[in-house]
């Protein structure tokens, strides 16, 4: 769990107040936890820890442990029967695309683009060898997200469709479920042949990662705003009815041009790169 802690300085006048709680997907973190750190030098008090991603952010906030959820799914049916008593409000703060990321030799081997069907068969635990989608003799090794994970739910909304029926995981030894987005990072980077759902921001800048294509289509920016990009997902701040007080003023900040530089210079799409789409 990575917390960050922002906490005022004497002459900032809120020593001993009750810090903003802020939790949930490990994607947003990165945007929110910069943000903290910024609004600690206006003197608000800040907690941001990543616990349960998405739906664990959102289970916090149903039961008052927090006070702004991030997530990188959409509040769905599910978080409001859970939590019939909350007004999720959502505020967009940003767009990420969600890669089927791959090692470079499994990419320079071959296998640059996949269809639905060979992504799904590849999740489901029926494809060994990259052979078998035109790439190199290397055995295929798969690491899943947590069911309830932003990620995992963009990329079952891929595979199955919104109503579809998930199958259950391969019992195979070429298998293994990981949490957030850096632990799936850092098992790619460990494991030859290796396959995951992960975000594309998380991937960019590692020379030994390389998002596909999906159904030909590229993870680039002018397709993710467009989204001709098929697991595009936004960036989402979650409150209890519309942010008041100190959310407010968190959530304003990362919608203002200094919190649109931090969803840039973390790698995801702003407010302004869709509008322009």
């Given at each position: 769990m990575l917390v960050v802690q922002a906490t005022a300085c004497a002459t900032g006048g809120t020593e001993g107040a009750e810090p903003l709680r802020i939790?949930?997907?490990t994607t947003v973190n990165p945007v929110?936890?910069?943000a903290a750190e910024a609004l600690r030098a206006e003197g608000v008090a800040v907690t941001v820890d990543t616990q349960g991603g998405s739906a664990g952010g959102l289970a916090q906030l149903g039961s008052g442990q927090i006070d702004v959820a991030m997530s990188s799914k959409p509040v769905g049916d599910d978080d409001r029967r859970a939590h019939p008593g909350v007004d999720f409000t959502a505020t967009e703060i940003?767009?990420?695309a969600v890669g089927v990321v791959v090692r470079r030799e499994v990419f320079d081997g071959g296998v640059r683009s996949l269809t639905r069907e060979q992504a799904?068969?590849?999740f489901e635990g029926r494809v060994a060898n990259w052979e078998e989608l035109g790439g190199p003799d290397l055995a295929v090794f798969?690491?899943?997200k947590e069911p309830g994970r932003g990620t995992r739910e963009?990329?079952?909304r891929y595979l199955y469709g919104t109503d579809g029926k998930v199958p259950p995981p391969p019992r195979s030894e070429r298998y293994a479920v990981v949490g957030g987005n850096e632990e799936a990072r850092a098992k790619l980077l460990s494991t030859p042949g290796a396959v995951a759902p992960l975000s594309v921001a998380f991937a960019a800048g590692y020379p030994d990662l390389a998002a596909v294509a999906l159904d030909g289509v590229e993870p680039?920016?002018?397709a993710i705003a467009s989204g001709d990009y098929p697991m595009?997902?936004?960036l989402l701040l979650v409150t209890n009815g519309p942010p008041r007080g100190p959310a407010a003023r968190f959530v304003d900040y990362t919608v203002s041009d200094q919190g649109q530089a931090l969803v840039a210079e973390h790698g995801f799409l702003t407010l302004a790169d869709l509008d322009g789409a």
């Open positions: 939790s949930g997907s929110a936890a910069d940003g767009v990420d799904a068969a590849l798969v690491y899943d963009v990329l079952d680039v920016p002018t595009a997902r936004p």
